[in-house]
C-alpha cells in the first residue's frame, strides 16, 4: 500500500492506488493554518529538506468524523493531553481508519504516548502509530505489548527552535527504525515514510524491510511527484 501523508494527503485524494492520510486532527480546533506555514514554511538548503513549524493547525476532531469515508482515507489523530482520549474514543466511529500521531515535533507540548490501546479493535483496517525519528526503542516495545502492528516510521526530525524537518535526512534514522521493528517484531507491518521522491526510494525501504510506503513533501516538484505516481501505478 502506498499513502500520501498531511498535509498533501488533506488535498490530495482522487488517485487510485494511494490511500491518503488526512490531518493530524486534534479534538478541539487550532486556527491560524495559513498563517503558520507563511511564517514557519521554509527549505534548508544546508539541511536538504522542508521545516515547517505549523503546529497541528485543523479545524478539530468532528470536522473529520464529519468528512470521513471508510476506505477512501485514514484519519490522522493528535492527543494533547490524557483527558482527550475519552472523548476521542466516543467521538470516532469504530471502523475508522486512523494513524495515531505521537511525534509531531513542532507543537507546544509532546504528544500522549500512553493509554492509546482504547483505540485497537478489530474494525479497524488500519489503526497505526507514526513514531518520531528519533525514537527509543523502548516506546515501540511499549506499543508492541499493548497490541499494536502497524508502525509509520516516521515523522519529521526535531529541528528546534525551528520546527521539524522533512526530506531526505529522516532517512538515516528510519533504517534504524524499520530495521528494529522487523528484526524483533516480524508479524507488524512497517510503513516506511521521509525522503521518499522516487522508486530507487521504495526499492530502499523494501531492502530495510518496509511492507508499505509513505511519501508527502515530493509533492512539492510536480515533476518528480508525476514520475513516482507513474512509477507506483506501473510496478506494483
Same mark, same amino acid.
Not at 492527543?79 to 472523548?87: E, K, V
Not at 470516532?92 to 490501546?117: F, Q, R, W
Not at 522533512?166 to 534504524?176: A, L, R
Given at each position: ?7 498533501? #494527503?488533506?488535498?490530495?485524494?482522487? /488517485?487510485?492506488?494511494? /490511500? ?15 498563517? &503558520?506555514?507563511?511564517?514557519? $514554511?521554509?527549505?534548508? +538548503? ?8 505549523? #503546529? ?24 494533547? &493531553?490524557? !483527558? ?8 470516532? %466511529? ?5 494513524? *495515531?500521531?505521537?511525534?509531531? %515535533?513542532?507543537?507546544?507540548? %509532546? ?19 507514526? $513514531? ?6 523502548? /516506546?515501540?516495545?511499549? @506499543? @508492541? ?17 525551528? #520546527?521539524?524537518? !522533512? #526530506?531526505?535526512? *529522516?532517512? &538515516?534514522?528510519?533504517? &534504524?527504525?524499520? !530495521? @528494529?521493528?522487523?528484526?524483533?517484531? %516480524? ?32 509533492? +512539492? ?6 514520475? $513516482? @505516481? ?7
Amino acid at each position: 500500500m502506498f499513502f500520501i501523508g498531511p498535509p498533501f #494527503g488533506n488535498y490530495i485524494d482522487f /488517485l487510485p492506488g494511494v /490511500l491518503p492520510i488526512k490531518g493530524s486532527y486534534t479534538l478541539e480546533p487550532r486556527t491560524g493554518l495559513l498563517s &503558520q506555514i507563511c511564517k514557519t $514554511l521554509r527549505y534548508d +538548503f544546508e539541511r536538504k529538506g522542508w521545516i515547517n513549524k505549523i #503546529g497541528l493547525r485543523n479545524p478539530g476532531l468532528d470536522y473529520a468524523v464529519q468528512k470521513y469515508i471508510k476506505g477512501e482515507h485514514v484519519v490522522s489523530i493528535a492527543i494533547l &493531553q490524557p !483527558s482527550d482520549i475519552d472523548t476521542i474514543v466516543k467521538k470516532i %466511529p469504530g471502523n475508522m481508519d486512523i494513524e *495515531i500521531n505521537v511525534s509531531c %515535533p513542532n507543537a507546544e507540548k %509532546p504528544m500522549e504516548t500512553h493509554g492509546l490501546s482504547r483505540f485497537l479493535n478489530s474494525e479497524r483496517k488500519w489503526c497505526i502509530v507514526k $513514531l518520531s525519528p528519533t525514537c527509543d526503542t523502548r /516506546l515501540i516495545d511499549q @506499543y @508492541y505489548s499493548e497490541g499494536f502492528r502497524q508502525f509509520h516510521c516516521s515523522n519529521t526530525v526535531p529541528v528546534p527552535p525551528k #520546527g521539524g524537518l !522533512s #526530506g531526505k535526512s *529522516i532517512m &538515516q534514522y528510519n533504517e &534504524q527504525l524499520i !530495521s @528494529y521493528i522487523r528484526e524483533k517484531y %516480524p508479524d507488524t507491518e512497517v510503513i516506511g515514510g521521509g525522503g521518499i521522491s522516487r522508486w530507487s526510494d521504495v526499492e530502499l525501504y523494501k531492502t530495510w524491510g518496509a511492507k508499505h510506503f509513505a511519501f508527502s513533501t515530493v509533492s +512539492f516538484c510536480p515533476y518528480l511527484f508525476g514520475k $513516482l @505516481y507513474w512509477n507506483i501505478r506501473e510496478k506494483t
